[in-house]
Nanobody, 125 residues
Framework: QVQLAESGGGLVQAGASLRLSCTAS????????MAWFRQAPGKGREFVAG????????HYADSVKGRFTISRDNAKNTVYLQMNSLKPEDTAVYYC??????????????????WGQGTQVTVSS
């Protein structure tokens, strides 16, 4: 059974940093696209960052570009999201996701096959 487990969320003040981790079990995703999404209360799930193994290319939402960095450690089957200069508007539940194929745009949540349970990030002003 494939599972993705996020960790690293918490309550921080604006300007602080957090690093989220997502560890996969049940299969390896070293050659698959992985991504982070987030969902704030009352809003839809939005793309935050993605790592494409097809070309080793990373993608970021404009709202986090320059502040967040996605990376992965294939030996640990883990993907990370380093979040710096956090803002109150970054408050959301953060989810990691993995997809086995390449159908659909990388920023489309429906294109992903596996999801973690989410980790809460709260940024106070």
């Amino acid at each position: 059974q494939v599972q993705l487990a996020e960790s690293g969320g918490g309550l921080v003040q604006a300007g602080a940093s957090l690093r989220l981790s997502c560890t996969a079990s049940g299969r390896t995703f070293s050659t698959d696209d992985m991504a982070w999404f987030r969902q704030a209360p009352g809003k839809g799930r939005e793309f935050v960052a993605g790592d494409s193994r097809s070309g080793g290319i990373t993608h970021y939402a404009d709202s986090v570009k320059g502040r967040f960095t996605i990376s992965r450690d294939n030996a640990k089957n883990t993907v990370y999201l380093q979040m710096n200069s956090l803002k109150p508007e970054d408050t959301a539940v953060y989810y990691c996701a993995a997809r086995l194929g390449y159908l659909g745009h990388y920023s489309y949540a429906g294109a992903y096959d596996y999801w973690g349970q989410g980790t809460q990030v709260t940024v106070s002003s």
